[in-house]
């Protein structure tokens, strides 16, 4: 006799695996149809079946539970020892200098944290590894990772293709550092669920967000108006990290930038932190120290 069963009213979509590689297994082991709708397994089949394929999805999503229980509390024992590393689930991170370690305390220690330094210090590397840990302790709900979509003098309707073609460029860097701390599937899946977003800063616009990671990258590019609309986005129970090289501003000379406004503005507000970092923070070849070095001695005579 045939018969249908629905499993769980809230099953992960990441326990699907890659391309809903556990679904297929199911199917193909014990001859049956299964399928994902509204969070959902939906198992159907002769009966002695489906009851020993319910019992096998059980079990995943019981090993699903202890996994990720152990995943959290591996975490927050890691960084409650040792405070300048970040524990996520591809990689341990660790500061490599002490304007580092302090930029990762900086993020525990303050709901916005303002780090300002050249390329290669480790500003938006380390503030997406912290966002990950965070997500994975489950000490925020989600993720948010945006940038200003337009850079070095180039503007999007002149740029080939549909919108998210054209912002791909400026926030593929976003992705690049969430895939070294996260499996691919499991961005994969987080970025179809909302749980992490990342997308340019104009979609910011109107919102307010609530138990969230936020980061602001390439800040140095964000006009007055923009920062203090991204600033006033802040819900309740979040993070705020901004993160930016005040020397690598390509906004047009007439126009100032946001985040080199708000070292005036905000400078005297106790719970806000700024951190400054230099060449001694680089984390790259260590050629890259010697060229910043040479660029800042050339704009001091």
Not at 123 to 140: E, H, I, N, P, Q
Not at 222 to 235: A, D, N, Y
Request: some cysteine; glycine content about 4%.
């Amino acid at each position: 006799m045939k018969v249908s069963i629905s499993i769980s009213d809230y099953v992960p979509t990441e326990v699907l695996g890659f391309q809903d590689e556990l679904l297929k297994n199911i199917q193909t082991k014990f001859n049956i149809i299964a399928s994902m709708r509204d969070q959902c397994i939906h198992l159907k089949g002769e009966e002695a079946n489906i009851k020993k394929a319910a019992k096998a999805v059980k079990k995943v999503l019981r090993d699903l539970d202890t996994e990720r229980k152990d995943e959290h509390q591996r975490i927050s024992k890691a960084e409650e020892k040792d405070p300048s590393c970040v524990t996520t689930p591809k990689r341990l991170v660790k500061a490599k200098s002490t304007g580092q370690a302090g930029y990762l305390k900086a993020i525990d220690d303050y709901d916005i944290v303002i780090s300002i330094g050249p390329a290669g210090t480790g500003k938006t590397y380390l503030g997406v590894a912290k966002a990950v840990s965070y997500l994975m302790s489950k000490r925020v709900e989600r993720i948010i990772l945006t940038r200003p979509a337009v850079e070095a003098g180039e503007s999007l309707g002149f740029l080939p293709g549909a919108l998210e073609e054209k912002v791909d460029p400026y926030l593929r860097p976003l992705y690049d550092a969430l895939h070294d701390f996260l499996p691919y599937d499991r961005v994969k899946k987080y970025l179809t669920m909302k749980t992490i977003e990342v997308a340019p800063l104009a979609f910011m616009r109107g919102r307010t967000l609530n138990d969230s990671f936020i980061i602001l990258d390439e800040a140095q590019n964000t006009t007055s108006i923009q920062m203090k609309m991204f600033l006033t986005r802040m819900g309740w129970r979040s993070k705020v990290v901004i993160t930016g090289d005040i020397t690598q501003v390509d906004l047009p000379s007439n126009i100032y930038s946001g985040l080199i406004e708000i070292q005036h503005i905000l400078k005297d507000i106790q719970p806000i932190r700024f951190v400054y970092l230099d060449e001694r923070d680089v984390a790259r070849h260590n050629l890259v120290q010697k060229i910043i070095k040479a660029y800042e001695a050339k704009d001091t005579t």
